[in-house]
């Protein structure tokens, strides 16, 4: 870790030193009164924080804004930093007493919060409370923004802080109100601007959103920039006030082409009225063949659809739609903002996704190609085998008719891998649905009145690679009729109980073991697998060793019941 960081460890430990006390600056919260946000009057312009003078940050109804002297992280060995941990349900788990609902919630927040470090320019920390410590706190998820440059190099997930290390946090944790304030880190010599926003879920407080971010000195920010915190500002509002994130969230959220603030906002008012359209978002609406002027106009007066607005601000849930113009395609999410009064209004995100679904769509067009192949191939199999059965009935002599019956059955076992790959979407294939009419196959094949033999499939190895499955079917194959031909040979009294072949199926560590147990009259002394001559174990042998890498070993029952175990042992990629 580079000590230009500022987080020097010492002893896989943290160190920390603050100076300087949080309770400076106490009084900045009366330049504002708590029901109405407003200045007062009686303090001047020069009294105000410059972030509010400035109108980088909006008051909040019932804020306190804590101006914390020059604060210094140093390295004073406070906590232990596990950096293995770095999920958020893992730290839950291991470090707090949050429930499964809470940390469900806070997992939906970590999974939308790219937009609102977008939004805030800033990154976001996670302050998770520590089981059996008043004033403990870690860090459970902490992300960047990518629309202005980061605050931390190293992540800091995991990392665990105290209230004298991080007064800000434990005072919006007890107080349950968004918090502001400045520090000093070593790290960047600068000052650092926090925002601390209570976590409310169910009308408790389970975790602190801290916004940190260089505050802005010299300039004025722009229109975009003013918008875009002003949008955070709405969103940090909802999240103490435990309503967002969402309960339900679109699928888009999760997706890679989600759209992002780059990419376009646009920001509607209550009544559904655009009141700010990015330039970004401006070239998107061109894109689909908008270009009239949106301000203060609904989308559907511009000639976009309003059924997802209309949907988004009557449900009070984000939606997505996909708008297709000619040979373009733009994702767009309405994300409403809720307040006391219901949805106060909304944020739409553009994003172009013309390139993302031409190759979707080249995906589609190879799979169903693959597909046709596949099915061509075992229609083919299935006229070479019509073709042998033909030329089987003209044959006398029993021998060949035998080899040419059994051809036909491995030509089956092959069409049939074939015809299950032209079924599947996928690459890889379940292999039971392999196996299950494979045994039925020869299960039909040899059972007669005379001979009442049952075979049973026992486990699951879930799917497969089509480079297993087909040596894999044809291995099958031939071990079953092996058992037929061998453990139950002509004149052997099989009473009306029957007999049975059962295949065991098992997986574990990514390899795959297959087993094919019959009750028959067992091995001959002195038996080898690897000295058979027989064309059917020859065959066994050589796509097991060779085809699928694994091993093949042919032996009697450990209990002494009579029968033949044969088992194989594959890796599950080839």
Known sequence: MSQGSGLRPAAGT???????TAAVGLGFASAFRADTAEPDPQRSAADTPTSVAAGWLPAFGAERRLRAGTALWAARGSAPYDPGVATLPEIARDSTDLTRAQTAHLQRLVASWNLLADFCFSDLLLFVPVKGEDDGFVVGGHVRPSTSQTLYRQDLIGHRTTEAERPLVTRSMKLGEIIEGEITLEAVRERVRILCIPVRWAGQIIAILSRESTPSVGRQPGELERTYVSIFNRFARMIAAGQFPFAVEDSVAKEVVAPRVGDGVVVLDRARCVEYASPN???ALHQVGVHANPMDRRLGEIGLEEEMVRDAFAMATPVTRELERADTTVLVRCIPMLDGQG?????????????????????LSKDATIREIHHRVKNNLQTISSLLRLQGRRTDSPEARYAIEESVR???????????????????????????PLV???????SSPERNLRFEVVGEVGTLQPAIVTPMAVVLTELLQNAVDHAYPEGMDVDAAGHKVRVELAEAEGELTVRVIDDGVGLPDEF?????????????????????????DMFAPPDGSPGTIVELRLPTRP
């Open 440 to 446: 039925r196959m020869v299960e039909e094949a040899v």
């Open 528 to 552: 080898s697998v690897d000295k058979v001559s027989g064309l059917g174990l020859s065959i066994v042998r050589a796509l097991v060793t060779s085809d699928l890498n694994g091993t093949i």
């Open 14 to 20: 943290w160190e920390r030193r603050l100076t300087g």
């Open 343 to 363: 949805v106060s209004g909304a944020v739409v995100l553009f994003r172009d996704i013309t390139e993302v679904r031409r190759r979707d769509r080249l995906l």
């Open 410 to 436: 491995r030509i089956s076992s092959i069409a049939l891998v074939h015809e299950t790959l032209s079924r599947e979407a996928g690459e890889d294939v379940p292999f039971v649905e392999i196996l299950r």
């Open 281 to 283: 978002a401006v070239s």
